[in-house]
């Protein structure tokens, strides 16, 4: 599995961006598809989850970005979207994509359990 990070960069807080991350590899590796983050000096965090759990689509949010943060995806699962609103300045970090095969929604913020890592996007929110 690969996967490809973009759409990062230097935005006014309130501001919007949106991530993209590009997959390839087999589908079943990549069941689920997490955005994390990691800013300076500071432990990576989750920040949003999509998973292709049999009949349902399910997504998660870490607290501090519900109501802000929308995870989609498109084409056939190959593109994953991580849609940034009312952005502030907490939210600057290089942004990372994540992929695993398993679809357990109870550890979908555990970043232990991805297996699959892009590089990372630079974001950076400007007060």
């Known amino acids: 599995v690969q996967l490809q990070a973009s759409g990062g960069g230097l935005v006014q807080a309130g501001g919007s961006l949106r991530l993209s991350c590009t997959a390839s590899g087999r589908a079943y590796n990549r069941n689920t598809i997490g955005w994390f983050r990691q800013a300076p000096g500071k432990e990576r965090e989750f920040v949003a989850a999509?998973?292709?759990?049999?009949?349902?689509?399910?997504?998660n949010y870490a607290d501090s970005v519900k109501g802000r943060f929308t995870i989609s995806s498109a084409n056939a699962r190959n593109t994953v979207y991580l849609q940034m609103n009312s952005l502030e300045s907490e939210d600057t970090a290089v942004y990372y994509c994540?992929?695993?095969?398993?679809?357990?929604?109870?550890?979908?913020?555990?970043?232990?359990?991805?297996?699959?890592w892009g590089q990372g996007t630079l974001v950076t929110v400007s007060s």
């Open positions: 999509i998973s292709w759990n049999w009949d349902a689509l399910i997504t």
């Open positions: 994540a992929a695993k095969s398993d679809r357990d929604s109870t550890i979908l913020s555990r970043a232990s359990g991805y297996i699959y």
